[in-house]
């Protein structure tokens, strides 16, 4: 199990097993399907920062945001939180850095929900 110093592990998969009732079949589909998503979204986030589209921003935001709630609330999750709020009030100025910030971020994510599936 992967460990963030500061806040534990990155992911407590008996947690999440047990938001899903124990169904790892239901489960493994879940991180296969967030595998997927996740790598669209944030160049889909730079892309609607460099067309100044604030809605688009929000919406791949809480995707994200909503796609990584099932696994964690950690740094990833709060950092899309804070570009969905960046989009919804069009502060698209601040958005690079926060995704930025969010490509670090998600990476141990990533990198745990990649080690679940080759278990």
Known sequence: MQINETEGPIIDWADVLESVQGDQKLLRMMVEAALEEIP?????????TA???AMALRLNAHTLKSSLSYFTQGAAYQ???????LGQEKRLADAEGALAILEGDICPVVQAMQSYLEA
């Open 79 to 85: 950092k899309a939180f804070e570009l969905e709020m």
């Open 51 to 53: 067309r100044q589209d």
């Open 40 to 48: 669209t979204l944030i160049p889909a986030m730079h892309d609607a």
